[in-house]
């Protein structure tokens, strides 16, 4: 249950991004882009649960998946001087088609950098666990890699719906469209902060990465985030009423 329970907190953020990059395809691509993704998610995960050993010493992709994901929300919330964003523009400039598949490998690149997040997350709280009886797969014990896979596939769940939820509420309320750039800038500066508590790096103790200060730090700061994008969003519509 612990393991579920934080592949399901550690789907949020890759639910979150995935939702804002697939957000101003058209409905019928969106779906598309989703499933790409949801497919991407999937195999990334698995394969990074077969060469774990390997991909423990990548901290190289999750340092590349932190600049992105801070590029992404930053350059998303700074207009340029014709008014607009980045993104806006270059939406005006390419075709649909090519629109579709650019998203969706701005969707795999996010989802290989929470892959390896989200494998390494698991697997060290699994390898505390007893051994079971069932034979090895994957280079690890039975029980422990069915546990894992387990709380893998409830989290690809969660990201699929989760998504879905995000794009439609984004739509609803437009003023949470720039909120969730904020909190994919935070996400990234989550990702920069594992990376640089990687042990090859060691600038941040590991330990502090999967502490309860740290993980009471970014939750409350990415609430305070919605609420203040809420509070900014109805005294904005209380002034327009006036």
Same mark, same amino acid.
């Given at each position: ?62 340092? &590349?998946? %932190?600049?992105?994901? *801070?590029? #992404?929300?930053?350059?998303? /919330?700074?207009?340029? =001087?014709? !008014?607009?964003?980045? $993104? ?94 904020? &909190?994919? %800038?935070?996400?990234? *500066?989550? #990702?920069?902060?594992?990376? /640089?508590?990687?042990? =090859?790096? !060691?600038?941040?103790? $590991? ?36």
């Amino acid at each position: 249950m612990v393991i579920i329970g934080l592949e399901g907190l550690l789907s949020a953020d890759n639910a979150l991004v995935m939702g804002v990059i697939v957000k101003d395809l058209p409905e019928k691509q969106q779906k598309k882009a989703l499933f790409y993704g949801l497919a991407g998610a999937f195999v990334f995960r698995f394969l990074a649960l077969f060469v774990i050993s390997f991909v423990a010493g990548l901290w190289q992709l999750q340092a &590349i998946g %932190a600049i992105y994901l *801070i590029y #992404l929300g930053v350059k998303n /919330l700074i207009p340029r =001087k014709s !008014g607009k964003t980045v $993104e806006e523009e270059e939406k005006q400039s390419v075709s649909p088609e090519s629109s579709l598949w650019k998203t969706i490998v701005k969707v795999e690149l996010t989802d290989l950098a929470f892959a390896i997040d989200s494998i390494l997350a698991a697997v060290a709280i699994a390898v505390s666990l007893p051994n079971s009886p069932l034979p090895e797969f994957g280079g690890m014990d039975g029980g422990k890699f069915a546990i894992i896979f387990t709380g893998m596939m409830a989290g690809l769940i969660l990201i699929r719906v989760a998504a879905t939820y995000l794009i439609k509420l984004m739509n609803k309320y437009p003023v949470l469209e720039k909120a969730a750039y904020v &909190i994919v %800038a935070w996400v990234g *500066i989550k #990702l920069a902060i594992f990376t /640089l508590a990687h042990p =090859k790096i !060691g600038v941040i103790p $590991e330990g502090f990465v999967h502490g309860a200060l740290w993980n009471t730090i970014f939750w409350v700061v990415l609430l305070l985030i919605v609420a203040v994008s809420v509070l900014s969003s109805m005294r904005k519509k209380k002034r327009e009423e006036i």
